[in-house]
């Protein structure tokens, strides 16, 4: 199908052009292809070519960015072959970010005095864009970087010197995780007022862990993988634990790596050491209730700190135990958001605590319990009914199960009994949790507040092991698995970023696997004449315009490259 033109002479000797849609079908009987007109456009002096655009517009929305350029190719005002294309538009935004969030200065600043041969920066860069964009093994990016994508500055990179870059990322990890973090506080005016802290778990794709660091036997290569409480739900698989600190707009501050049987709570004092180098100033830490220990919250208070921290409700510490005893009112906050000042001791011993309700979690606790012991007596009812010799096994089944047997007892002679005490025990929890700070000057509400943000560590945990594919690690060096992790780290960093900004601009959150999706949809073509060869992109589209606002990225230049022909190349 295509656009034709007839002609019609006019008495007065004038010319009349009229524009037609058309398409060739083939007469058996006369053996030749005619033309059929589908449509009439009218003549060509009074074309709507505002009309005819729109319809152009209409009708590329259906093609891929490939076809397009394809087709651009095709005309026959344009003497060029199109060779082929790849999506430009994810890695030129993670580039343009990557370069305003000083990294690659930062880099370049620690090579200088080195005598690599191998483009580290460029290595790098393409590795954390892999993550973002298109996640595989060190292996297969070297094939990615070469056929299925266009990175600036980036064109063909060896997996050997894919791992030389790692190393060295390693060797300066500190010093780029400090310099990267003030140079992203400074350029989004980022508050460091609570810092948020989790850890997370990585498992491999090994039979075998590591052996243990101070075992005689262990190799210092292999010591990371390691049997723990997994957090990915693969206890059959050794792991590494993974810690991140993020502020109160996700962006991730700093990360660390250890061994797979690392409990949270031996954790705290490290990472409260490696932050106070970094002269944050006034920083709260936010941590969940698998940190709570009163050695933790005493490191968390050294060189002036504070802290906001979960409590176990069920812990049965004395303190905890008063507060939840404590008499008093609620006081509305925000939707569905309740709060309780309690103050339990004097002097050394005093602790200040925030009690927390939402009152629809509570309805909703107390259904689902409802429901739990209805089903829970109906089952009791059964095994009155059992004779003697399947009575025992019913007993023991129904004690046993996970959901049922935590509202059971058993009396004097065996026989379960629901566990009154137990369902009030749980009634006053509904809905609640308790939080302990040690900062006076913070309300009520913005303790109460300001924990529920620790969801963005979740939610960061979320972005690495889904949209990054942080997980299975399959490399087994201790070095190159903390590489890896870094690796990922950068990459987060480069969207949370992207999507914080996108989010401030549209006022709307911003997820990063549709700011990706959309980008890629640029292209950029590769043409090639008897002149030589350019590069050419796709045009930017209304969506992808929006986003580069958003950014405050410029879109690339229409024409990249342009590589003429020499004597040598002809």
């Not at 580290?120 to 297969?140: C, D, G, I, M, T």
């Not at 509202?407 to 302990?436: F, M, S, T, V």
């Not at 903390?482 to 996108?502: G, M």
């Not at 315009?545 to 410029?554: F, G, M, R, T």
Request: glycine residues 6%; proline residues 4%.
């Amino acid at each position: 199908m295509y656009l034709r033109t007839t002609q019609r002479k006019n008495k007065d000797g004038s010319i009349v052009r009229y524009v037609q849609l058309a398409h060739n079908e083939w007469c058996p009987d006369k053996g030749y292809a005619r033309a059929q007109v589908v449509y009439n456009f009218g003549r060509e002096d009074q074309l709507d070519l505002d009309n005819l655009r729109r319809l152009a517009r209409s009708i590329v929305r259906y093609l891929g960015p490939e076809e397009v350029l394809a087709s651009q190719a095709e005309d026959a005002s344009r003497p060029l072959r199109f060779v082929g294309s790849k999506p430009l538009g994810g890695g030129w935004v993670l580039q343009q970010l990557w370069e305003r969030l000083g990294i690659g200065t930062a880099l370049q600043g620690l090579l200088k005095d080195r005598s690599y041969r191998a483009p580290v920066e460029r290595a790098l860069f393409a590795l954390v864009a892999n993550r973002a964009l298109a996640p595989s093994s060190k292996r297969a990016c070297e094939e990615w970087v070469r056929e299925d994508v266009a990175l600036p500055g980036v064109s063909d990179i060896a997996v050997q010197q894919f791992y030389r870059a790692m190393d060295f990322l390693l060797e300066c990890e500190e010093a780029l995780q400090r310099e990267v973090f003030f140079s992203v506080a400074d350029l989004l005016n980022i508050e460091v007022d609570l810092l948020f802290f989790d850890t997370t778990s990585t498992y491999f794709e090994v039979e075998e862990a590591d052996a243990a660091a101070e075992s005689a036997d262990a190799d210092p290569d292999y010591t990371l993988r390691r049997y723990g409480h997994s957090k990915d739900s693969r206890p059959d698989r050794p792991q590494a634990v993974i810690g991140l600190a993020v502020t109160r707009e996700g962006i991730p501050v700093r990360c660390w790596v250890w061994p797979g049987n690392t409990a949270d709570l031996s954790v705290v004092a490290q990472v409260k050491r490696d932050l106070v180098g970094w002269r944050l100033g006034r920083v709260v830490s936010v941590v969940d209730r698998g940190f709570v220990s009163d050695d933790n919250l005493r490191e968390l208070q050294r060189t002036g700190g504070h802290y906001i921290a979960g409590e176990r409700m069920a812990s049965g510490k004395p303190s905890v135990e008063a507060a939840l005893a404590h008499a008093g009112r609620y006081k509305s906050v925000r939707h569905n958001v309740e709060v309780k000042e309690v103050v339990i001791g004097d002097g050394e011993a005093r602790a200040r605590y925030v009690m927390v309700r939402n009152p629809e979690e509570a309805k909703r606790q107390r259904a689902q319990r409802d429901s739990i012991i209805e089903s829970v007596q109906a089952e009791l009812d059964h095994l009155s009914q059992l004779p003697q010799e399947q009575h025992t096994k019913a007993v023991c089944r129904l004690i046993a199960h996970k959901t049922y047997g935590r509202y059971l007892k058993q009396d004097k002679r065996g026989w379960p009994r629901l566990d009154r005490a137990k369902i009030k025990a749980d009634e006053r929890l509904d809905g609640k949790y308790l939080l302990r700070t040690s900062d006076d000057t913070l309300s009520a509400e913005d303790v109460a507040l300001g924990y529920k943000q620790l969801l963005e560590v979740e939610d960061a945990f979320r972005t690495l092991k889904q949209s990054l594919e942080l997980r299975p690690v399959y490399h087994r060096l201790s070095d190159r698995i903390r590489a890896h992790v870094l690796l990922c780290w950068l990459a987060l960093l480069l969207i949370r970023v992207a999507e914080v900004e996108a989010e401030r601009h549209t006022g709307r959150r911003q997820r990063w696997d549709r700011l990706r999706d959309e980008l890629q949809r640029m292209h950029l073509g590769e043409f090639s004449g008897p002149h030589g060869t350019v590069f050419q992109r796709t045009e930017t589209t209304p969506k992808q315009a929006e986003i580069l606002a958003a950014l405050s990225v410029a879109a690339p230049p229409t024409f990249t490259r342009i590589e003429p022909k020499t004597e040598q190349t002809a």
